[in-house]
């Protein structure tokens, strides 16, 4: 089985700071790992998604990711946010062997930017 | 394209009532899947079809929930009689069949049930 924790439930943060959401899983077996976002009002989108090769990924948007194997975690980060990357954050992973495409989710960080 | 549609995107029910949630899927996706988050949690996985077949509904919570995929397209989520514990988000995703990336999930927005 497999499980998600977001250490953080909440982080404000002032714009153009940076800022790290932490995550960290559990699987007795190889997992691909993914970042997804909610801003509000809206549905979940895919932020950026670990598969395999090179263990840091990065978004469209500046956001960045490291795999790290030993540590079991996928922190997410960016060097400079703004106002509009208020959203809550879902770290998630999903199983490679027999993949089906369910996901399992950790609990949610939400980020508030500060102006 | 449209993306993956849920209705209603609210709803608000009194304790013992029905509601039966959709879910229009991106067409051409065979994979369909329900996701739960209660408040303040974490979003949990409820069932997954493929077609119109359950693949895996593991995280359906009991048997006061009801989920069809009738031709393999729409699905509907149906709780009765709703509890008080019913309430939060219920997300629908869909994704091809195939190994990943075929897999790669779309969501919906996401209906808000809150049973009163």
């Known amino acids: 089985a497999q499980s998600v924790t977001q250490l953080d439930s909440q982080v404000p943060v002032f714009e153009e700071a940076p800022v790290e959401l932490r995550c960290n899983y559990s699987?007795?077996?190889?997992?691909?790992l993914f970042w997804y976002v909610q801003y509000p009002n809206q549905g979940l989108q895919l932020l950026l998604k670990?598969?395999?090769?090179?263990?840091l990924v990065e978004s469209i948007n500046g956001f960045e990711a490291e795999f790290n194997k030993s540590q079991t975690s996928f922190h997410l980060r960016k060097p400079s946010v703004h106002i509009s990357d208020t959203a809550e954050y879902f770290c998630?992973?999903?199983?490679?062997?027999?993949?089906?495409?369910?996901?399992?989710f950790g609990q949610g960080t939400t980020l508030q930017v500060k102006p | 394209e449209a993306g993956v549609t849920q209705f209603p995107s609210h709803s608000v029910i009194e304790k013992g009532q029905t509601v039966t949630l959709r879910c229009d899927p991106i067409?051409?996706?065979?994979?369909l899947y329900w996701y739960r988050r209660v408040m303040g949690k974490e979003i949990k996985f409820l069932l997954h079809?493929?077609?119109?077949?359950?693949?895996?509904e593991s995280g359906m919570p009991n048997n006061r929930f009801l989920a069809e995929r009738t031709g393999g397209t729409y699905s509907t989520l149906k709780v009765q009689p709703a509890e008080l514990e019913d309430s939060g988000v219920y997300f629908c995703?869909?994704?091809?069949?195939?190994?990943?990336?075929?897999?790669?999930?779309?969501f919906g927005q996401g209906t808000r049930l809150t049973v009163v």
């Open positions: 995703a869909s994704s091809f069949v195939g190994p990943y990336p075929n897999t790669e999930a779309f």
């Open positions: 699987s007795s077996v190889s997992v691909y």
């Open positions: 670990y598969l395999s090769g090179s263990t």
């Open positions: 998630a992973v999903s199983k490679i062997s027999g993949n089906t495409g369910k996901l399992i």
């Open positions: 067409s051409g996706h065979d994979n």
């Open positions: 079809f493929v077609k119109e077949s359950k693949q895996d």
